[in-house]
């Protein structure tokens, strides 16, 4: 009796833990702030594998500036290139969360040029190749686990474009054209998007003057044209692939000839993701899970651009009903615009939105698993 009493105490102890496991994880709602300086606005646009960091854009002293963000040490700057810098809203941050890439436009030689910058913690902000390439310039659009691959394309003076990849053995490296393409040779371009965490397979697309295609890229296979969506025309964008490489998403059109969010995997091509009610039924998608089960991006709803969550159980939902209805948690007066990236394991995704004072603000977001 002794023993059976004992047995039922350490089970007792046992799911007493385990609730206090489980409340540690509670969803939860925040947003970022900004940094100090001018009017209010954040942006968040990436976050790392672990969902620990964030990275996007906000006004602070020296205008638009670059910032990274995490719950200890709340929003800082990277710092500033030159003078009148401008960041746009390529900015990567590694899965590892230990290096961050975007494009800062700046005035050199009295020309307003556009280049990747790099940054880490010990060496903070740079030009990935120290100096303004003369011939071509190189905007970085994402980034490999590690940082070690960065992804983006090469902009020309006649303002053509070619996806490339740059590493520090290889430099940067175009990567050609699909073969047996019906792309118009004259009038080709590329860009490369997003990038799996080894580095070997990069997502993005390509366009002539009369249409755009989503490919996947990788050492062994070159470029591989994803198709369109059932029905639709020539128009695809790839904007994001999974850590493992396997998924990848974006938007095209549908047989309606409007812009659908889609995914995309060897087993099953490409699909989409559908719409969100009360819109004019556009969607993008920006981001995937690590394991390409979790989609996040946004749709059109009710006259506003909205977040939304897809997985393959519910479809399309609004993030913010979502939140509130799931997991209990009040948005009063948030308008959540848009869902720009999700953690590796879909627990975290990062935004950003309309605060409840109507300013422009970066938000993350904590599910319970």
Known sequence: MRKLQYLIAVIILAISCFGNIQYSFAASFQGLGDLPGQRFSSEAFDVSGDGSTVVGRSLGFAGQEAFIWSQE???RT???????????RDIKISRNGLKVVGNVSFRDKNQQKYQCFIWDENKG???LNDRVNEEFEFLCTDL?????????????????TAAAF??????????GRPKNSNFDPESFQSKAMSVSGDGNTIAGFMFDKNHSQAFIWDEANG???????PGGEDSSLARGISANGST???????????NEAFIWDRDNGIRGLGSLRGGSRISYANSVSGDGSIVVGRASSYGYNDAFIWGQQNGM?????????KYKLDLTGWLLADATSISDDGLTIVGWGGNPQGELEAWIVKLDP
């Open 223 to 229: 470029v591989q044209d994803l198709g369109d969506l």
């Open 248 to 258: 990848v998403v974006g938007a095209g059109f549908n047989d309606e000839n409007i």
């Open 78 to 88: 990277l710092g500033q290139i030159g003078n009148n810098s401008f960041f746009s």
């Open 166 to 175: 740059w590493n520090e053995r290889a430099g940067i490296k175009t990567l």
């Open 73 to 75: 040490s709340g929003m």
């Open 125 to 127: 902000i740079r030009i």
């Open 144 to 160: 490999s686990a590690d940082g070690s691959v960065i992804v983006g394309y090469q902009y020309f003076p006649d303002e053509t």
């Open 317 to 325: 939902r609004r993030l913010k009903l979502v939140l509130e209805n």
